[in-house]
């Protein structure tokens, strides 16, 4: 039975999963110490990746890499998002794992980094206005 006062977070996103029978299973958003654990993971494979002379990199050792970066965090990262033992590796498809992926980036990521771009910038202008009014201060006190 469930509580009529309860209200689900509208974050929660639900994708069709497996390989021989669909099941409808959700995705929820990460908590804070969650993404700074994937966020983590996913800085250690990119500095990996720029660790190697990936200018000499050709396709094929390039989605050798990408895919064995995917297949050693996978697992971690379904379990981050779904109840436990709601699915597994084995229950999805590439293309699945791929919607995962995208719904923890537009759930977790895409907003967070369009919200820093703005501070970020936010902070520039209120700096570089304070650059600005120091200098004519500077400039109104030798005249």
């Known amino acids: 039975m469930s509580n009529p006062n309860v209200k689900l977070n509208p974050s929660i996103k639900e994708v069709q999963v497996g390989v021989y029978e669909l099941k409808t ?15 983590d993971i996913i800085e250690g494979v990119i500095q990996q990746f720029l660790s190697g002379d ?16 995917i ?20 229950d999805l498809t590439i293309e699945q794992l791929y919607e995962i992926g995208n719904i923890i980036y537009d759930t977790n990521y895409k907003t967070l980094v ?30």
């Open 25 to 39: 299973v959700k995705i929820y958003p990460l908590s804070v110490a969650k993404q700074f654990e994937l966020t």
């Open 54 to 69: 990936f200018e000499e990199m050709g396709n094929e050792l390039l989605v050798t890499y990408v895919v064995s970066a």
């Open 71 to 90: 297949k050693d965090n996978s697992v971690k990262i379904i379990e981050y998002v779904t109840k436990p033992g709601e699915v597994s590796i084995d």
């Open 114 to 143: 369009k919200n820093l771009k703005d501070l970020f910038n936010k902070m520039k202008t209120k700096l570089d206005l304070k650059g600005s009014l120091q200098k004519f201060s500077e400039t109104q006190a030798t005249v």
